[in-house]
């Protein structure tokens, strides 16, 4: 099992590479980056894991390299926000940035899983979808926007409400996009059940939906989260690798083109979004299936989904257009 992670010396490449190369589950780990992955590579070289690591610059035909027959592609390259800017701000950069890497994958290692990171995620992984079909290798089943921190988020804001002392054994479905009001937390479905007093809704549900305003606020001009994207995008990939491995009934929502994934076609039709955040069942070949648990949703959430339709369908129809009809 080969990963790659591209991005590889950034603020949440750096954590992210540490956590997978600690992962038991991998035999190598390749890291690549425009920047300083010499140095990321020979630190973490020293830790005492299975996982055999290279990294690469783009010098010396080095995408080739880092990407040549990887299982799994994590992809955490591109700009991140500062204060006042959306994710919609940084495409202009990161659409190009992953256009690339993704057109590195199709060519050396066609098969791999994708694991979109970069932002703005609810256009980054309809760009990535395109230019493998472009490429002639797109496998819906292997293409997952990481939407996992607005879980994580949702699981960790609502601890106090219910005092669990592991505030991921609460489940909790977050589904939509991955900004702003397309990010939907669906409380009312939670496992086992949370009693969320009325007065505490509106803002238990904003906090999650703005959960990264948080971090870029308290950032300052730093950028945005990294160290929670890092726990989270591991927390994804391990999943994975493990459902890839065989292990059965693992359950995580991911953001993916509904029409090509068993069970999508019912999503798209109802949310009338091509792209969705959805619990996701991984399995041996990836996605495996998909749970359209919106109609379970309550009048509340409802109402929430039809914001979050709005804005995705612009945000999907910008990512397509980049690649259809480049700039
Ligand atoms: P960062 O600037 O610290 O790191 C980005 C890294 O990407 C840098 O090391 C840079 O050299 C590298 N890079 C740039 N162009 C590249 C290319 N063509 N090939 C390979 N590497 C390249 O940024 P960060 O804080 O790590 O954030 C990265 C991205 O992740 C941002 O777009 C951010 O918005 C996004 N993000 C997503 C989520 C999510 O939930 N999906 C959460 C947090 C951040
Ligand atoms: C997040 O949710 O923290 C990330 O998408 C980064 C951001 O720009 O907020």
New binding site residues.
């Given amino acids: 099992m080969k990963a790659v992670v ?2 590889a ?5 750096q954590p992210l590479s540490l956590l997978l190369k600690a992962c038991p589950l991998l035999d190598e780990l390749s890291l ?5 992955t010499p140095g990321v590579t020979a630190d973490l070289s020293h830790i005492s894991s299975p996982a055999k690591i290279s990294g690469y610059l783009p010098a010396d035909d080095g995408i080739a390299k880092a990407f040549k027959d990887a299982d799994v592609v994590v992809i ?6 500062k204060p006042g800017m959306t ?1 919609d701000d ?1 495409f202009k950069i ?1 659409a190009g ?1 992953v256009q ?2 993704i057109k590195a994958s199709a060519q050396y290692c066609p098969k791999a899983f994708i694991l979109v ?3 703005p ?1 609810n256009s980054t992984v309809p760009i990535a979808a395109e230019t493998l079909k472009a490429e002639g290798v797109f496998d819906p089943k292997r293409l997952m926007g ?2 996992t ?1 607005d879980v994580v988020r949702a699981e960790t804001f609502v601890q106090s409400l219910t005092g669990e002392r592991d505030p991921a054994k609460t489940v909790i479905p977050v589904i939509g996009g ?1 900004s702003g009001e397309t990010i939907v937390p669906l409380f009312s479905l939670a496992k086992p059940s949370v009693n969320i007093p009325a007065d505490k809704l509106d803002a238990l549900t904003n906090r999650v939906q703005f959960g ?1 305003d948080e971090v870029v606020k308290a950032k300052d001009g730093a ?4 160290l929670s ?1 890092a726990y ?1 995008g591991y927390r994804f990939t391990e999943k994975l690798i493990k459902a890839v491995k065989g292990e059965a009934n693992i359950v995580e929502p991911s953001y993916v083109y509904l029409p090509g994934v068993p069970g999508g076609d019912a999503i798209a039709k109802e949310t009338g979004c091509d792209y969705f955040s959805v619990p996701v069942t991984l399995g041996p070949s990836g996605v495996e299936k998909v749970e359209n648990i919106v109609p379970n949703a309550n009048e509340y959430e409802k109402k929430l989904l039809q914001a979050a339709y709005t804005g995705l369908k612009g945000n999907i129809e910008k990512g397509i257009e980049f690649v259809k009809n480049p700039p």
Avoid: E, F, K, Q
Avoid at 76 to 81: L, Y
């Fill in positions: 591209a991005g010396s950034g603020g949440i490449g690549y980056d425009v920047v300083n955490p390259a591109g700009i991140p926000r994710r940084l990161n940035i690339g890497l990171i970069s932002n995620v990481v939407t921190l991955h990264g950028g945005s989260a990294t994207m989270a």
